[in-house]
């Protein structure tokens, strides 16, 4: 039997914003344990939440970002259960009335050996504000396990897709699409290290053509998308394996271990929680008017799929260097500066995607590290396109400056690479390769075109590579055919 | 002194007839002397009241005054005072001292208030007796027999008593209006919303609301000028405009339209009671208020939907006891759960317990929308109740309670006869409206005592400073509020 895996997501962003959700405190990571547990933090007796306006408008960005219905009223609900980093012994998160409802995201699925690369729109569910808790940790007192509230209260986005997703690919696409976007949009560090950005994945299979949905399992926090593709392919075949040898699934939620690459259930969902959902009364229904979103929206950054068309449009790039190039925020502003700064759009391009990002790839490293700024790439992009030097000369004046030298005549002096476009020094040449190549020539004139090619090879040669190669065709084509 | 109003303690202390380190040490002598006859204080540290009355001096001999500076005010104890010791009458909080002050006690700090202690109160403001106070219960100083009422017992004591000059209540269900109805005082349940909880432990957070408990309307006007007031701490705090609580208290009654709720007459009503209540529409009518008959059909709901909606808050309101972080943890366990469970069960009284149990179980999936939602549904219709009446009349009337006083464990066993105990009070609560009780009058107990009985007054919303008004109006003609209690002179 031919076997479909079904996926959905459900993403943890934390926002960006300087303060908790309900309460004043430090939202900074990496401090000592429980020094940003305010008195909100940690529940003391009598402390009221209080709405971070910051993380609201965060979640409308995102609402208006993905085209979503953003409801007049949100409502939020008192998650009940206990546990020792959940300090007021329910977390406060919303159920019935999230505040971002229906929307979408168009992925990029790249190509692979067996499918040429394809777009598709995952639709998300909805988006909801709710609170982290703090963490347990344990060991660092021997025998004794220690709570850590700093993280506790600091704000959360939860972002649900539809079950649209059909494969590894497809489910890693759409992470990084959404990774992608929370930054883009500036709600989020993305940074998934420390846990700003944790995706759980609902696997479940079912025969190829048809329609009811299997029973899930559930991939809790996957921290990177190496990790989520391995662990949905290990998932989705373990699913088919069990029910083709008469099993069953059973609805679970599980845990990915990256060193064997095997996931575990961590818990059966049978008995499930009942977390006695309902309205808190310390809070008032969170209301998002139409000048919320205007002026929201006043602050939103160009999307990306806007910009790509806008590069397709305005600078001629194709549409998979304007994709490459909107791929990022930073990337796309790194091109645009370098735009800016004089470079040929679609020159500039092809030095950002094929030059800048490709260097720092890999070396693994982010365009903010970029040792060429923006401004001198320009410099570089219009020596190229002044003729000054050749689009090859240009690899070696990049080479020289990713190692330091940032003066970009100065490496092409130093280095020699400048482009000879004096056509008395040209005709010079080409009167030189003329007469050594007799046979050549009349090669060509007996019509082989191959040999005009070799003789334009000869006077580049000639020349070290420094002849302009457009000129050394222009001159010989008017020699020859004279 | 001791049965001075706030404004004429305050020209006292004006007048330098007497500094607020004497006026407070007149307080904290008598209660060295009474506090062991009815158990109103939970918490007193002599040092931090006289040390704040030492600074009101300061304050007064400087000019910068305001009418309670230097005022020794009892505190319950279910707001949070930095530094003090902070119970909300229940074993689980008895260590825990409190690192922040309530909004409440901020206010009164800023006044230049004495805290003069934290006073007694039923478990987690749980109850209508005090009896549920795992300090012990608070005795009626009218008849030390009997309960002052709950679950503000402790502040209602020491008012009656005169044991503090004015003290603070809160009231879910009727906690500062059955107290002062039982022990002969006025207290107000202000609009929910115009005074911060910020700091206020919760029991039942759309229904708690902090108000004054003086000895007279003219005094809870003084203690509202300082409690009321938006907090942006208190997400449900009201952004209304500061008001002066006193600026109306003389206006005339002529032609005011008081509405009397036929429910709050019905059967149940003690003849007594009913008789005194009679007394006071009488006095009234001299004043020049009309009477018209009005009905709240729906506010015979009020209990049950009251003991569905506020376990339900106060189930998962309570949920932060759970022995990590402060409060009881239980001396041994074997694991996490294990933990919880006897901490819980240790630091938790029986009727704290039977609410989170009651709690529970209207919020769990398949029970929620039969007694949660409902019961929300009800609530509005209860509100409505009033809406409609307020078009017929400026302001209600009733019994704050059926009956006076009862006897110190005659309804321990018996939690719907407890709850009924505030089958008038619970209605305004639920509505959100401001709520009054005054001194009316007294009632003959079998054992020949003297016990008082409670006028209601209830105002529509934000209309405290007439609802102070009408009392303050009653209290020029009457002088039911100067009563003592024998045995506290």
């Given at each position: 039997m031919e076997w479909e895996v079904v996926i959905g997501l459900e993403t943890h962003a934390q926002l960006k914003t300087k303060t908790k959700i309900f309460s004043g405190g430090s939202t900074a990571y990496g401090a000592e344990p429980n020094t940003q547990a305010c008195e909100v933090s940690t529940a003391l007796p009598g402390v009221l939440p209080v709405l971070n306006k910051e993380a609201v408008e965060c979640a409308i960005k995102f609402g208006l970002a993905i085209g979503a219905e953003l409801p007049k009223l949100s409502v939020f609900s008192r998650k009940n259960y206990f546990y020792p980093d959940l300090p007021k012994g329910y977390q406060i998160s919303q159920f019935e009335l999230p505040v971002v409802g229906k929307g979408e995201v168009t992925i990029q699925v790249p190509e692979t050996k067996n499918q040429p690369a394809y777009e598709k729109v995952i639709g998300i569910t909805r988006a909801h504000l709710e609170e982290d808790a703090g963490k347990s940790v344990h060991g660092a007192v021997e025998g004794m396990s220690g709570i850590d509230l700093n993280r506790a209260g600091t704000p959360l986005l939860e972002i649900v897709t539809e079950?649209?997703?059909?494969?590894a690919a497809e489910a890693v696409a759409y992470a990084k699409k959404l990774h992608e976007l929370v930054q883009w949009i500036d709600i989020c560090d993305g940074n998934m290290q420390e846990g700003s950005f944790r995706c759980d994945v609902n696997v479940s299979v079912r025969p190829k053509g048809t329609t009811e949905l299997g029973t899930r399992r559930e991939i809790k926090n996957l921290n990177s998308f190496k990790f989520m593709q391995q662990a949905i392919a290990y998932e989705t075949q373990w699913q088919i394996e069990t029910l083709e040898d008469g099993g069953t699934i059973e609805q679970a939620t599980i845990l990915f271990n990256p060193d064997t690459g095997e996931t575990k259930a961590m818990r059966s969902k049978e008995g499930a929680n009942d977390y006695r959902y309902f309205p808190d009364p310390d809070l008032l229904p969170l209301e998002v008017t139409e000048a919320d979103k205007a002026r929201v929206q006043a602050d939103m950054p160009e999307l990306p799929l806007a910009m790509k068309a806008r590069f397709e449009s305005e600078y001629a790039l194709s549409a998979y260097d304007a994709l490459a190039i909107t791929s990022s925020r930073a990337v796309a502003g790194y091109f645009v500066d370098t735009i800016n700064a004089g470079g040929d759009p679609k020159l500039a391009a092809n030095w950002v995607m094929g030059g800048i990002t490709a260097k720092l790839n890999t070396e693994d490293k982010s365009i903010a590290d970029s040792p060429i700024d923006a401004a001198t790439l320009a410099q570089l992009v219009k020596r190229i396109s002044d003729g000054t030097i050749s689009n090859n000369a240009g690899k070696q004046v990049f080479e020289a400056m990713w190692t330091g030298g940032l003066d970009v005549d100065a490496i092409i002096e130093e280095k020699g690479l400048k482009q000879v476009s004096d056509t008395s020094a040209i005709e010079a040449l080409v009167n030189e390769v003329l007469a050594a190549n007799q046979a050549m020539v009349e090669e060509y004139k007996a019509g082989k075109q191959k040999a005009f090619n070799a003789l334009v090879g000869q006077t580049m040669k000639a020349s070290k590579g420094k002849a302009n190669p457009g000129q050394v065709n222009q001159v010989l084509k008017k020699k020859l055919d004279a | 002194m001791i049965n001075q109003s706030l404004k004429q303690l305050s020209q006292m202390l004006a007048s330098k007839e007497v500094s607020s380190v004497e006026m407070t040490q007149t307080f904290l002598d008598r209660i060295k002397q009474y506090n062991s006859d009815i158990n109103a204080y939970i918490t007193l540290d002599e040092d931090k009241s006289l040390a704040q009355a030492k600074a009101a001096d300061g304050i007064l001999a400087a000019g910068t005054a305001t009418p309670l500076t230097g005022i020794p005010i009892a505190q319950k104890d279910i707001f949070c005072a930095k530094d003090w010791r902070t119970t909300c009458g229940s074993k689980m909080l008895e260590t825990f001292i409190a690192p922040y002050d309530a909004n409440v006690i901020t206010q009164f700090n800023h006044a230049g208030a004495v805290n003069l202690g934290k006073t007694n109160m039923d478990e987690f403001a749980m109850g209508s007796s005090n009896e549920t106070s795992y300090f012990g219960c608070v005795n009626n100083p009218?008849?030390?027999?009997r309960v002052p009422g709950g679950s503000s017992g402790g502040s209602a004591a020491a008012v009656a008593a005169r044991l503090c000059a004015a003290a603070t209540g809160t009231d879910t269900g009727g906690s500062i209006r059955q107290p002062a109805s039982l022990c002969g005082f006025t207290g107000l349940k202000p609009t929910y919303g115009l005074v911060s909880r910020y700091g206020m432990i919760a029991f039942a957070s759309s229904l708690d609301q902090a108000g004054p408990m003086a000895k007279s309307a003219e005094d809870c006007a003084l203690m509202m000028n300082v409690m009321a007031g938006f907090d942006e701490r208190d997400s449900t705090s009201l952004n209304h405009p500061k008001e002066?609580?006193?600026?109306?208290?003389?206006?005339?009654?002529?032609?005011l339209k008081v509405g009397l709720p036929k429910e709050y007459f019905a059967e149940g009503l003690d003849t007594d009671v009913a008789k005194v209540i009679d007394n006071a529409i009488a006095e009234y009518k001299k004043l020049g208020a009309e009477f018209v008959d009005i009905s709240l059909p729906n506010a015979g709901l009020s209990i049950p939907v009251y003991y569905v909606l506020a376990p339900a808050e106060a189930s998962t309101n309570l949920s932060r006891y759970d022995g990590v972080r402060y409060g009881h943890r239980a001396a041994e366990y074997d694991d996490l759960m294990d933990m919880y469970m006897k901490s819980r069960a240790e630091g938790f009284g029986d009727e704290v317990k039977r609410r989170i149990l009651i709690g529970t179980y209207v919020l769990s999936a398949g029970y929620y929308d039969a007694y949660y939602l409902k019961a929300q549904k009800i609530r509005h219709l209860i509100a409505d109740d009033f809406k409609a009446a307020y078009k017929k009349c400026d302001i209600i009337m009733g019994p704050t309670v059926p009956s006076t006083a009862f006897k110190t464990g005659e309804k321990t066993d018996d939690p719907v006869a407890m709850y009924l105990q505030d089958i008038y009070t619970i209605a305004t609560n639920l509505a959100g409206l401001p709520g009054m009780s005054i001194p009316a009058g007294f009632s003959k107990s079998s054992d020949g005592k003297d016990l008082p009985v409670g006028l209601q007054i209830i105002g529509n919303y934000f209309d405290e400073a007439r609802m102070l008004n009408v009392g303050h109006a009653y209290q020029q003609v009457t002088d039911w509020h100067t009563a003592m209690p024998e045995g506290f002179a």
């Amino acid at each position: 039997m031919e076997w479909e895996v079904v996926i959905g997501l459900e993403t943890h962003a934390q926002l960006k914003t300087k303060t908790k959700i309900f309460s004043g405190g430090s939202t900074a990571y990496g401090a000592e344990p429980n020094t940003q547990a305010c008195e909100v933090s940690t529940a003391l007796p009598g402390v009221l939440p209080v709405l971070n306006k910051e993380a609201v408008e965060c979640a409308i960005k995102f609402g208006l970002a993905i085209g979503a219905e953003l409801p007049k009223l949100s409502v939020f609900s008192r998650k009940n259960y206990f546990y020792p980093d959940l300090p007021k012994g329910y977390q406060i998160s919303q159920f019935e009335l999230p505040v971002v409802g229906k929307g979408e995201v168009t992925i990029q699925v790249p190509e692979t050996k067996n499918q040429p690369a394809y777009e598709k729109v995952i639709g998300i569910t909805r988006a909801h504000l709710e609170e982290d808790a703090g963490k347990s940790v344990h060991g660092a007192v021997e025998g004794m396990s220690g709570i850590d509230l700093n993280r506790a209260g600091t704000p959360l986005l939860e972002i649900v897709t539809e079950p649209d997703m059909r494969s590894a690919a497809e489910a890693v696409a759409y992470a990084k699409k959404l990774h992608e976007l929370v930054q883009w949009i500036d709600i989020c560090d993305g940074n998934m290290q420390e846990g700003s950005f944790r995706c759980d994945v609902n696997v479940s299979v079912r025969p190829k053509g048809t329609t009811e949905l299997g029973t899930r399992r559930e991939i809790k926090n996957l921290n990177s998308f190496k990790f989520m593709q391995q662990a949905i392919a290990y998932e989705t075949q373990w699913q088919i394996e069990t029910l083709e040898d008469g099993g069953t699934i059973e609805q679970a939620t599980i845990l990915f271990n990256p060193d064997t690459g095997e996931t575990k259930a961590m818990r059966s969902k049978e008995g499930a929680n009942d977390y006695r959902y309902f309205p808190d009364p310390d809070l008032l229904p969170l209301e998002v008017t139409e000048a919320d979103k205007a002026r929201v929206q006043a602050d939103m950054p160009e999307l990306p799929l806007a910009m790509k068309a806008r590069f397709e449009s305005e600078y001629a790039l194709s549409a998979y260097d304007a994709l490459a190039i909107t791929s990022s925020r930073a990337v796309a502003g790194y091109f645009v500066d370098t735009i800016n700064a004089g470079g040929d759009p679609k020159l500039a391009a092809n030095w950002v995607m094929g030059g800048i990002t490709a260097k720092l790839n890999t070396e693994d490293k982010s365009i903010a590290d970029s040792p060429i700024d923006a401004a001198t790439l320009a410099q570089l992009v219009k020596r190229i396109s002044d003729g000054t030097i050749s689009n090859n000369a240009g690899k070696q004046v990049f080479e020289a400056m990713w190692t330091g030298g940032l003066d970009v005549d100065a490496i092409i002096e130093e280095k020699g690479l400048k482009q000879v476009s004096d056509t008395s020094a040209i005709e010079a040449l080409v009167n030189e390769v003329l007469a050594a190549n007799q046979a050549m020539v009349e090669e060509y004139k007996a019509g082989k075109q191959k040999a005009f090619n070799a003789l334009v090879g000869q006077t580049m040669k000639a020349s070290k590579g420094k002849a302009n190669p457009g000129q050394v065709n222009q001159v010989l084509k008017k020699k020859l055919d004279a | 002194m001791i049965n001075q109003s706030l404004k004429q303690l305050s020209q006292m202390l004006a007048s330098k007839e007497v500094s607020s380190v004497e006026m407070t040490q007149t307080f904290l002598d008598r209660i060295k002397q009474y506090n062991s006859d009815i158990n109103a204080y939970i918490t007193l540290d002599e040092d931090k009241s006289l040390a704040q009355a030492k600074a009101a001096d300061g304050i007064l001999a400087a000019g910068t005054a305001t009418p309670l500076t230097g005022i020794p005010i009892a505190q319950k104890d279910i707001f949070c005072a930095k530094d003090w010791r902070t119970t909300c009458g229940s074993k689980m909080l008895e260590t825990f001292i409190a690192p922040y002050d309530a909004n409440v006690i901020t206010q009164f700090n800023h006044a230049g208030a004495v805290n003069l202690g934290k006073t007694n109160m039923d478990e987690f403001a749980m109850g209508s007796s005090n009896e549920t106070s795992y300090f012990g219960c608070v005795n009626n100083p009218w008849d030390l027999t009997r309960v002052p009422g709950g679950s503000s017992g402790g502040s209602a004591a020491a008012v009656a008593a005169r044991l503090c000059a004015a003290a603070t209540g809160t009231d879910t269900g009727g906690s500062i209006r059955q107290p002062a109805s039982l022990c002969g005082f006025t207290g107000l349940k202000p609009t929910y919303g115009l005074v911060s909880r910020y700091g206020m432990i919760a029991f039942a957070s759309s229904l708690d609301q902090a108000g004054p408990m003086a000895k007279s309307a003219e005094d809870c006007a003084l203690m509202m000028n300082v409690m009321a007031g938006f907090d942006e701490r208190d997400s449900t705090s009201l952004n209304h405009p500061k008001e002066d609580y006193t600026s109306k208290l003389n206006q005339p009654l002529t032609g005011l339209k008081v509405g009397l709720p036929k429910e709050y007459f019905a059967e149940g009503l003690d003849t007594d009671v009913a008789k005194v209540i009679d007394n006071a529409i009488a006095e009234y009518k001299k004043l020049g208020a009309e009477f018209v008959d009005i009905s709240l059909p729906n506010a015979g709901l009020s209990i049950p939907v009251y003991y569905v909606l506020a376990p339900a808050e106060a189930s998962t309101n309570l949920s932060r006891y759970d022995g990590v972080r402060y409060g009881h943890r239980a001396a041994e366990y074997d694991d996490l759960m294990d933990m919880y469970m006897k901490s819980r069960a240790e630091g938790f009284g029986d009727e704290v317990k039977r609410r989170i149990l009651i709690g529970t179980y209207v919020l769990s999936a398949g029970y929620y929308d039969a007694y949660y939602l409902k019961a929300q549904k009800i609530r509005h219709l209860i509100a409505d109740d009033f809406k409609a009446a307020y078009k017929k009349c400026d302001i209600i009337m009733g019994p704050t309670v059926p009956s006076t006083a009862f006897k110190t464990g005659e309804k321990t066993d018996d939690p719907v006869a407890m709850y009924l105990q505030d089958i008038y009070t619970i209605a305004t609560n639920l509505a959100g409206l401001p709520g009054m009780s005054i001194p009316a009058g007294f009632s003959k107990s079998s054992d020949g005592k003297d016990l008082p009985v409670g006028l209601q007054i209830i105002g529509n919303y934000f209309d405290e400073a007439r609802m102070l008004n009408v009392g303050h109006a009653y209290q020029q003609v009457t002088d039911w509020h100067t009563a003592m209690p024998e045995g506290f002179a």
